[in-house]
């Protein structure tokens, strides 16, 4: 296949049908998708995204939140905040929708072998580094210590509460969660995800850090790994912005001299820093 006929293949969606839909929080579900025959392409790298399409009614991009070792299925989970995503989680098991990607880049998994994995996300920034936690409980021995650090807006906005509670329970691993309003019943942390930096048991000199969450959030938390000794060069970011083709030629997710869609959506911090710093873009 030439280049363009293989960019012209990468614009049409593969059909794909919705296995299951679980709800995790008051306005996210999880969905698994299948698309029949084709395990080949369910392969992906922690930290890519689908381009998913609702017929009818427009597409979007939403990272894939499974795990990589299952090829028979890929997972999404979605946060209903317009007419596509509230079209996504209206699904029902047997429904179809169109598949096209993976794409983009992945978090570092190569970089972070045999060393202190730190991953830090906030609400829906979970999904995308779910796969990346995945990674490294399938393949322990590959890494160092594990450490999340996962900060939601309130107990019921935490997702994946399941699992957290049993990644807590994995060796060689520290889970800490906290919500900015506890509310009664919670007797977890309370207050911003940089709070728990205090009791994070961080090596930072073998640390690689992955982040994911509202750009406030990733603003200070690269600012509180610097100050913990984490190197700009060993932190890595996942950027969100609006996007259509998804292969760099609407430029409608144009950030700075970078395209998220085939330039990221996960960056080096030290390719995107003067960027992040910059409010306004
Ligand atoms: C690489 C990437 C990965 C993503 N992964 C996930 C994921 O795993 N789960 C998930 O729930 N969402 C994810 N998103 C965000 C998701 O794509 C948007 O929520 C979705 O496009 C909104 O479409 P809509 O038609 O439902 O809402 P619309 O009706 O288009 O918009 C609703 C509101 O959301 C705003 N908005 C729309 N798109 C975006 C966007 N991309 N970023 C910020 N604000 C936006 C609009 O300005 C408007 O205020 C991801 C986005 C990107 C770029």
């Given at each position: ?149 996962y ?7 935490l997702?994946y509460r399941k699992e957290l509670a049993?990644w807590a ?6 889970v800490?969660v ?104």
């Amino acid at each position: 296949m030439t280049a363009a006929a293989a960019q012209l293949d990468a614009m049409v969606p593969c059909p794909g049908v919705v296995r299951q839909v679980v709800k995790d929080t008051p306005d996210t579900f999880t969905l698994t998708v299948s698309r029949e025959n084709e395990r080949e392409q369910n392969a992906f790298q922690p930290g890519q995204f689908s381009m998913l399409w609702m017929f009818g009614v427009g597409e979007v991009p939403i990272s894939i939140s499974g795990d990589p070792a299952n090829r028979e299925q890929l997972t999404y989970t979605v946060r209903s905040v317009g007419k596509t995503t509230e079209a996504l989680v209206s699904h029902k098991p047997g429904m179809s929708i169109g598949i096209r990607g993976p794409f983009g880049t992945g978090w570092p998994i190569e970089a972070a072998r045999g060393r202190d994995v730190v991953i830090v996300a906030g609400g829906i920034g979970l999904a995308p580094l779910r796969p990346a936690i995945y990674e490294v409980l399938n393949n322990r021995d590959r890494y160092g210590r594990l450490v999340l650090l996962y900060g939601a807006r309130s107990p019921r906005e935490l997702l994946y509460r399941k699992e957290l509670a049993a990644w807590a329970r994995q060796p060689n691993t520290q889970v800490l969660v906290t919500v900015d309003y506890g509310g009664l019943g919670w007797h977890g942390n309370v207050g911003v995800v940089t709070t728990l930096f205090k009791s994070a048991r961080l090596q930072p000199a073998n640390s690689i850090a992955m982040i994911c969450g509202p750009e406030i959030m990733m603003r200070f938390v690269t600012r509180q790994l610097g100050e913990c000794g984490v190197t700009t060069e060993s932190t890595y970011l996942s950027m969100e912005r609006n996007m259509q083709c998804a292969l760099g030629f609407c430029g409608h997710c144009q950030y700075g001299p970078h395209f998220i869609c085939k330039d990221g959506p996960v960056f080096p911090y030290a390719k995107i820093r003067p960027l992040l710093e910059k409010h306004e873009l």
